[in-house]
């Protein structure tokens, strides 16, 4: 079992940064592939960023390319999604998943684990 603890959503204006962290616990909880998912009123789950298991492999989903990385700390059993540039469109309920495997992945059915979602609003 993998637990997931997500913090650092909130109220931006747009053009701020946001920081969210996942941190981890639980078998495991280093070896594996993270990612971020978001969610938006009335739209479904969609990819934002994944990151192997040892943070040297990192895919994106294009409207955040550019904006948006995924950094992780291993020794501190947590992963980041850094959003610079934040625009209206960005704001969602954003998620943390891991994956029982050490490659990235797109697809949520590729996670096992999730965490229990942190709001992101950006205002104009």
């Known amino acids: 079992q993998v637990q997931l603890v997500e913090s650092g959503g909130g109220l931006v204006q747009a053009g701020a940064s946001l920081r969210l962290s996942c941190t981890a616990s639980?078998?495991?909880?280093?070896?594996?592939?993270m990612g971020w998912f978001r969610q938006a009123p009335g739209k479904e789950r969609e990819f934002v960023a994944s990151?192997?298991?040892?943070?040297?492999?990192?895919i994106y989903e294009d409207s955040v390319k550019g904006r948006f990385t995924i950094p992780r700390d291993n020794l501190k059993n947590t992963v980041y999604l850094q959003m610079n540039s934040l625009k209206p469109e960005d704001t969602a309920v954003y998620y943390c998943a891991a994956r029982v495997e050490f490659d990235t992945s797109s697809r949520a059915l590729g996670y096992r684990y999730w965490g229990q979602g942190t709001q992101v609003t950006v205002s104009s």
């Open positions: 990151i192997n298991w040892a943070g040297r492999s990192t």
């Open positions: 639980g078998r495991a909880s280093s070896s594996i592939a």
